[in-house]
């Protein structure tokens, strides 16, 4: 797109924009080619000032702390989809303080004409009546859902956020593309952009003095607490998300955990009584406010689409009854149709006795005959799109061939009323940082716009999605690509600087929810069991391939037999048949580690691992996050050259990732039940762990000697032992400290005593009797230990004897505990229809 | 006015393969009131007994009844008893009533509120797609410059003859382009394909669910929990409303017919409509009896349908 810039000092040269086919465009940085447009030349003098090395540093600061902090993007793919990094521009798209004041006026204007507007569709339908909104806009609609009629909004106020997509035409001003006025996306993306720049490029960010965004945080909660039905001075506030495969699910938790939300899907709400409830560990939690993420149509399956569970059964009867307050009002996706953008200017002067502030690109409805004619005879001039949701991409006539146009004219012709002509525009362009070097792209900008409880306020920045070549800037555009901060200039700039305006902390908020919903804490119980197998596998395969990679000569070899029966017994290898088979145990060791194909392989863990973090990650910190991100980029494929090499010093990372991980959880995790489930998944796994590794080491036979060793190796106890025995391991010596030894963490007493004290403090819920049972059980494997113990004392072949018949009781006792709990807290079985 | 009185009973029970802990269920079983027919009683209930039952009335004024059933349960029967009078239907001279033309280029220009009512009837909805070869089907019945009513009764008549009627060819979701295809299926098929041949032509036209007394075969007895909810559909003519026609028995709807709800297509009024928390499958039983109680008197009502 553009060459290597000619001014080699400077690291700002830039470039002008391509010269397009059919005339200019506006261009964000130069009014004539290579003239900065004096309002950015600040910024320019400003990133100049890094040097062309430093800008190229701090990009990579930039996309390094944004893959720390996890912050993605959900893509679907044709496998299942995957995790995309969030991209940052280092540039951001800076906006006069003049010209952001008319953008203001226009955004709040427009939010609320659009909030009227819905006011009336929903309730009496004037507008229809008196033909200001043709009545196919409205009843040929999709979006326009019967059963939310007459649901009237708390305080008529039907959009909490309104959101548009501007872009900037030719004639340089702001052009409103397309309207979000259901779930707009981007609002947690804008806020997080924002933090990265301002720890990023901190000294620009002080020469600009950009108007801070991160106030808006509190506005909305503040608003959210405001339109509380108002039963209580405290209310519950819930964000109702599609879950962890939504596109923007990394934003739904951002902000439940910046706003102190609880982050729910639609499983864990139910309808009581005609109110909504939350599911906790401490049973049902009244929900007073919902900002959902979810769909309209999507929002009840007894009401509204039955194909899809991630609404709530009876949300529409709860909000009828004036018991909880849905934000926005499910309905509200029916201004999203574009077909309603020519009649907004009637509208408002109709309903705001004022002209419409913010244009659209010019409209033909095609229901309307004159519109209609219009839209035939200038089809080659204009982009064709559905006049209704699910708008799909549009069609560019001009791009067609005879046939296909005249197919495109015959569908308009059997249903006008679902197409719209419109111009087509040309998108001004940013400038982008590419490398070393700055391009020149067109973008679109998402602004948000909240209502605080009294009217609407603009949040003074917004998110930029930079298009690749030359995009329509017409919905849908995706989540995924690169994106811009936005910076509005304060009223007057240049008055004195703002004391660390640079690194401005996010506000702090209160009153996050402690209740645990039953989904989340069952993701923290197998969260704990994951990264507790994983460490498991990671420590055998590490002493294992240890062992194969000293022992080549064929005596030695008879450490390996008893070795790789341990691990058969344990399944992480395939049984040794009559031989030892060195190349074979090499090659299951290998695959454990980097195959995907067995279950709970390396591979397989580390993608579980993400998984259950990733359904609670508004309940984990930042840096728990950075950590388990890393643990990720572990499960690399097999490497070439020296696989044993390569293999060990995978399995040091990931020994090392996991205990700066349980010693995070351990030192900085609150201990509710969140914290509680979390780290019974970690006794229970590891308990499991030790007994069955003690049992294999108790059917061992004659190869006893040869298996006492690698047991402390993979128990990590080999310091234990040392310290309190000055002998060669030994049975007698090994079962003391691995079973009966209540001071090594490592040991089953140890982790049977913890599982007995989070048993004192399971919540009792409203299942006194399953709670019961499973500390009955809790109780009964400590019996069963606490025999074994007695058996054995001074008496050496006894306990071996019953060393493994107690170890598979407690093991199939440590299992069945699990399934109870499970049972007892996390059965969220799912609705059907009916 | 002289109006056939009946006693209507429709009782719906799930049984549950494994207990169910909640279950909220949408009913649209009340007999409508309108001018011409007459609701004397209705009442609904549940076993088990409903943690919640409202009622309110829909966007068409169909009466909804909103349940919650709470605690685990195996079985959830509900039943609706009504004793309704039906008086006779005001049927126009078809040959007096404006040509079908006329009927669809007022829908779109006249706002005035009966035929803006009317105007929602003539789109596609989740089950009444409209397509060329449904207005190509209906184009042999609707001539030009045709009266709308006799094209309609020609139609009525088509659909009668050229489809079988077959329990068992369809479910409530085989979509109206397969029904057309297999020409088979059941009252709500006929119904649904009647409408997307209405609308493919731009006519105003609805879904009516309710009820139908059927007549034994002569010499055998009624039998109990015989009959089954019934629907068929109503085209709007100006200045006379809404005319109700049966295309699965070929007949103008009247004295023998109870109207419960009228929507869209089926998916605005199906009778029961439930969301259930819990595991396993559910089978399902109705059973509806319409029982003629005699004619009895009931006064003419100034309400408009």
């Known amino acids: 797109m553009s060459g290597p810039t000619t001014q080699p000092a400077v690291a700002l040269g830039g470039n002008p924009p391509p010269e397009g086919g059919h005339g200019r465009c506006f261009d964000e940085c130069f ?16 990133l100049d000032r890094l040097g062309r090395e430093g800008l190229a540093a701090r990009a990579e600061n930039a996309r390094r702390m944004l893959k720390e ?26 906006i006069g303080s003049e010209e952001w004041r008319e953008l203001e006026a226009g955004l709040i204007q427009r939010a609320a004409l659009l909030n009227l507007v819905l006011g009336d569709l929903y309730g009496k339908q004037r507008l229809v009546r008196d033909g200001f909104v043709p009545a196919p806009l409205v009843f040929a609609n999709p979006a326009y859902l019967r059963p939310c009629q007459a649901l009237a909004a708390r305080n008529n106020t039907f959009l909490l956020t309104y959101s548009a997509d501007l872009a900037r035409t030719a004639d340089g001003r702001w052009w409103v593309m397309a309207d979000r006025t259901q779930a707009p996306v981007g609002f947690g993306f804008a806020m997080q ?3 990265v720049l301002s720890r990023v490029i901190p000294e620009v960010m002080r020469d600009l003095q950009p108007r801070p965004v991160l106030d808006s945080l509190r506005v909305r909660r503040d608003a959210l607490k405001h339109f509380s039905p108002g039963h209580t001075d405290n209310p519950v506030i819930a964000l109702l998300t599609p879950g962890p495969r939504n596109e923007a699910y990394f934003e739904h938790a951002y902000l439940s955990r910046l706003l102190g939300l609880t982050l729910v899907e639609g499983d864990d709400l139910t309808v009581r009584d005609r109110r909504l409830w939350v599911k906790t560990l401490n049973g049902l939690r009244r929900v007073d406010v919902v900002l959902r993420r979810v769909s309209d149509a999507f929002c009840d399956p007894l009401e509204l689409r039955g194909d899809s569970l991630l609404g709530v059964p009876g949300l529409l009867e709860a909000a009828r009854a004036g018991n909880v307050c849905i934000g926005n009002a499910v309905g509200t996706g029916l201004l999203e149709s574009p077909a309603f953008m020519p009649f907004l200017p009637g509208l408002c002067r109709h309903l705001l006795g004022e002209d419409l502030r913010l244009p659209s690109p010019a409209t033909w409805w095609c229901g309307q005959t004159r519109e209609h004619t219009y839209v035939r005879e200038h089809l080659r001039e204009l982009v064709i799109r559905a006049a209704f949701p699910p708008n799909g991409p549009a069609s560019t006539p001009a791009a067609l061939d005879t046939a296909g146009e005249s197919a495109l004219v015959e569908r308009i012709r059997q249903s006008p009323h679902e197409f719209i002509g419109q111009e087509q525009v040309r998108l001004s362009c940013a400038p982008v940082l590419t490398g070393h070097e700055i391009d020149s792209k067109p973008f679109v900008l998402r602004v948000f716009v909240l209502h605080n409880g009294d009217e609407f306020v603009v949040v003074p920045g917004g998110l930029v999605r930079v298009l690749e070549t030359g995009g329509d800037g017409l919905p849908p555009i995706p989540l995924i690509g690169l994106s811009k901060d936005v910076w509005v200039m304060p009223e007057g700039a240049g008055t004195s600087p703002l004391p660390h305006a640079g690194s401005a902390p996010l506000p702090h908020i209160e009153g996050a929810s402690s209740d645990v919903p039953s989904r989340a804490a069952d993701n923290l119980f197998w969260l704990g069991r994951y990264t507790e197998r994983l460490e498991e596998i990671v420590r055998s395969a590490r002493y294992a391939l240890g062992c194969v990679g000293e022992d080549t000569d064929a005596s030695s070899q008879s450490r390996l037999g008893p070795l790789q029966g341990i691990l058969g017994r344990l399944g992480l290898v395939a049984a040794p048949e009559n031989a030892v088979n060195r190349i074979s145990l090499i090659q299951d060791l290998l695959s454990l580690v980097y195959d995907e194909e067995p279950a709970e392989g390396v591979r397989d863990l580390l993608q579980r691992i993400h998984l259950a973090a990733f359904s609670v990650r508004d309940r984990l910190s930042t840096d728990t996050w950075h950590l388990l991100n890393r643990l990720k ?21 990931l020994v ?3 205990a700066a991980f349980s010693g995070m959880e351990m030192e900085n995790m609150t201990r509710g039940h969140g914290w509680v489930f979390l780290d019974m998944g970690r006794r229970i796994e590891r308990a499991i762990f030790i007994a069955r590794l003690m049992e294999a080491v108790g059917r061992s036979g004659r190869c006893l000697d040869w298996v006492v060793e690698p047991a402390l190796e993979i128990a990590d106890s080999v310091m234990t032992h040392r310290r309190r025995y000055f002998t060669e391991p030994r049975l007698s010596s090994v079962m003391e400290v691995l079973v009966e030894d209540a001071s090594n963490p490592r040991s089953l007493a140890f982790q049977v005593a913890c599982l007995k004290e989070h048993a004192a403090l399971l919540p009792t819920g409203q299942n006194p009797d399953g709670v019961g049972a499973l500390r009955v059980l809790v109780g009964q494997i400590d019996d069963c230990l606490g025999r074994f113990s007695r058996a054995g004392t001074g008496d050496a072949s006894t306990a071996a004897e019953l060393l493994p018949s107690t170890c598979e009781e407690i093991a199939g006792r440590l299992a069945a505990l699990s399934e109870s709990l499970t049972e007892v807290y996390f059965s969220h079985i799912s609705s059907r229809v009916s | 006015m002289k109006a056939q009185l009946f006693q209507l009973t429709h009782a719906t029970t799930y049984h549950y393969q494994s207990p169910v802990t909640v279950s909220h269920h949408v009913l649209r079983v009340t007999p409508r009131r309108l001018p011409r027919q007459f609701r004397l009683e209705h009442r609904i209930d549940t076993l088990p007994v409903p943690a919640t039952l409202s009622h309110r009335t829909d966007y068409y004024g169909n009466e909804v009844a909103f349940i919650t059933i709470e605690g685990a349960h195996r079985q959830f029967t509900v039943t609706s008893q009504a004793r309704v009078a039906v008086g006779p239907a005001f049927i126009p001279e078809p040959a007096e009533t404006p040509a079908w033309e006329i009927v669809r280029g007022l829908c ?10 009317a105007t929602e009837f003539t789109f596609a909805s989740p089950s009444v797609p409209l397509d060329p070869v449904f207005a190509d089907y209906a184009s042999a019945s609707f001539v030009p410059g045709r009266c709308i009513l006799e094209a309609a009764l020609d139609l009525t008549a088509r659909i009668h003859t050229d489809f079988t009627f077959d329990a068992a060819a369809t479910h409530v979701a085989t979509p109206v382009l397969e029904v057309l295809g297999n020409r088979r299926g059941v009252c709500q098929d006929f119904a649904h394909f009647a409408l997307a041949c209405l609308r493919s032509l731009g006519l105003p036209a609805r879904y009516v669910s309710g009820y139908l007394e059927t007549i034994p075969p002569p010499g055998q007895p009624r039998l109990a929990g015989a009959d089954a909810s019934h629907a068929w559909v109503s085209l709007f003519c100006p200045g006379i409303g809404w005319i109700d026609l049966d295309p699965t028995n070929n007949c103008l709807p009247s004295m023998r017919h109870i109207t419960t709800a009228w929507g869209r297509d089926y998916t605005d009024v199906s009778p029961i409509r439930g969301v259930l928390i819990g595991s396993g499958d559910h089978t399902l039983s109705v059973a509806v009896d319409v029982i003629p109680l005699g004619v009895t008197e009931i006064p003419q009502r100034a309400e408009p349908s």
């Open chain 1, 656 to 658: 090392l990732d996991l």
């Open chain 1, 69 to 94: 902090l996890g912050v993605t993007c959900f893509v679907h793919n044709e496998r299942a989809g995957i995790d995309e990094p969030w991209q940052l521009d280092l540039l951001p798209l800076v």
């Open chain 2, 108 to 117: 779109g220009y006249d706002r005035s509120s009966a035929v803006l009512e």
């Open chain 1, 31 to 46: 009014s004539e080619p290579a003239t900065a447009r004096p309002y950015r030349q600040a910024l320019f003098d400003s």
């Open chain 1, 633 to 653: 980029t572990h499960a690399q494929p097999r490497p070439g050259g020296l696989p044993l090499v390569g293999t060990s010093g995978t399995l040091h990372a």
């Open chain 1, 193 to 195: 952009n924002r933090a």
